[in-house]
DNA sequence: AATGAAAGTCGTCGGTT
DNA sequence: AACCGACGACTTTCATT
């Protein structure tokens, strides 16, 4: 078998973040619009300061993006289901690409246990969901359950 | 038995939305930072047209939020789990107010199946799991997953 | 429902502490 | 690392179409 090393992932490094970068990502997680010298205030710090330190947090990878949310259901897409893939031997790539492929999966993570592919899809109808479940049934083992509700919607990672 | 009359939630109701409402959501998933002057431009709209339509589209309830997204690990928490609970009889609620309590829980849904709930969580070392599960096996049996990679990081829906 | 113009606010840059 | 001041850009409001 061929010398396969595995190179993990730099380790987690605590990059320098004080307790000012934790407050503003604070503020950022509730609102990602609200202005830089608005941020200032609410940290009493100039405008330009937090300019600075925002770029920062961006260019070393601590803020990764800034998303408008929107309501699924309002747009349209009314079912929201889950699906766990228990894959077949030797599949595991083509269980990725086919996620990545399917544009109503917005989301997919690999993970430890038997079925260790998940996704989350939005989908206009129940319809739709039959057909896109056979494009993974060659590959894997799937498990579906529809999403009823949100006892916790999505909430920021609390920086306390 | 009482009679428990069973509300659905308001039917799926098409909000008016256009093209240009879609350009706009898109835009604001990608980059909720973008300024109205900036969005007028890429769709070709004045900026208090822009302002009118993406304040409709708020009080709507399309747009849900605007959320900075940043990188668990690179605060701190390297471990990303996901917990599955089937729950014992009659502990529903229970388990849906342990999830909110629970800080590191960043989202938990209800759905069909017999593991009729699932949240994730972020942790800053593994030996946090065991307490946290703890507080869930009295009301259900836990499955739990370490997040490895993620196939398809979170990304918007497509609304073309 | 969108535009253009005006007033106030904000982002950014350079220089300073 | 943060502040200040200045200029150009942006947001917001209002009158107009």
Known sequence: MANRRIRP??????KDIDALDLRLLTELQADARLSLAEL?????LSA???????????????????????D????????T???R?????????????LAQEVPQIVECYRMTGEDCF???????????????????TPYGQTTTSLIHT???????????
Do not use: C, N, W
Not at 9 to 14: L, N
Not at 150 to 160: C, E, H, I, M
């Open 9 to 14: 992932e730099r380790a987690y490094e605590p």
């Open 40 to 44: 200032g205030r609410r940290v009493a």
């Open 48 to 70: 330009p300061a937090v300019a600075d330190r925002v770029q920062r947090l961006e260019e070393s990878g601590v803020i990764t993006g800034y998303h408008a949310e929107v």
């Open 72 to 79: 699924p259901r309002a747009l349209g897409f009314p079912v």
């Open 81 to 83: 289901v889950m699906v």
């Open 85 to 97: 893939v228990r894959p077949a031997v030797r599949e595991l790539q083509r269980i990725s690409k």
């Open 118 to 136: 998940y996704f989350t899809m939005h989908l206009r109808a129940v319809d739709e969901l039959e057909p896109i479940l056979d494009l993974f």
């Open 150 to 160: 949100a006892p916790v919607p999505r909430r920021p990672l609390p920086l306390d």
